[in-house]
């Protein structure tokens, strides 16, 4: 399996591809703010061609050039219902209510878009576990893959951090919802599971059980 990552953004936000290997079709997860070159960058260097842009939220620095990265390679968005409009109102999301600010702020309508459900999605040749995940944002998922030679692999989104997990102080927030998420879905999986998280450095779910204040 070949996984390329990269920050993007004033927030950093990790955007991912992912495919069985190189000269293959790939999914792009989280394409946010200012993506768009690092994810042309590396389908040139691994000869990659999207098969579907992938979002384990809606929020604006996760998602800002999904859809014109899917017009461009005439490809879906996958996304859960729960966070569909912010694909295209981002002033719903975090960093966009300035009080007394007039919010002028709108994002493109992504020409075809998928609803997510929680279960396998097979796409790009990979069998991808969709984990839904609320709390952070009402839609939040976590993406499940397993490598051929038996790696376990977590795109968590902003559910899970290295030493950390996600706010639930912005709109759509729910401090309840993401307990129960990390008590049921993250705690469930293996402790040899390779986190790769929406901001910030790789970790494993063994490192978070054993270390991670939110889940001790």
Do not use: K
């Not at 893959?145 to 290295?162: I, K, M, N, P, V």
């Amino acid at each position: 399996m070949l996984v390329v990552g990269f920050p993007a953004g004033d927030l950093a936000a990790n955007c991912y591809l992912v495919a069985a290997g190189p000269g293959r079709e790939c999914v792009v997860v989280d394409p946010g703010e200012g993506a768009g070159d690092g994810v042309a960058r590396a389908l040139r260097e691994h000869d990659l061609t999207p098969a579907a842009v992938l979002a384990t939220h809606g929020h604006h620095d996760h998602v800002a050039t999904a859809a014109l990265l899917a017009g461009e390679h005439s490809v879906a968005v996958h996304i859960r219902q729960e966070d569909r409009h912010l694909l295209t109102d981002p002033a719903a999301g975090p960093g966009r209510r300035d009080p007394g600010t007039v919010i002028t702020v709108t994002s493109p309508e992504p020409s075809a878009v998928e609803l997510l459900r929680e279960g396998p999605l097979e796409v790009a040749g990979l069998r991808i576990e969709v984990l839904h995940t609320p709390g952070h944002t009402p839609g939040s998922v976590i993406f499940g893959f397993r490598s051929e030679e038996g790696g376990r692999l977590a795109l968590t989104g902003d559910t899970l951090f290295a030493g950390s997990v996600g706010r639930t102080d912005l709109p759509g927030g729910d401090p309840a919802a993401l307990a129960e998420s990390l008590r049921t879905t993250v705690l469930a999986l293996p402790d040899d599971t390779v986190v790769l998280p929406g901001h910030g450095g790789s970790t494993t779910i063994g490192r978070e059980r054993a270390g991670n204040p939110f889940l001790t």
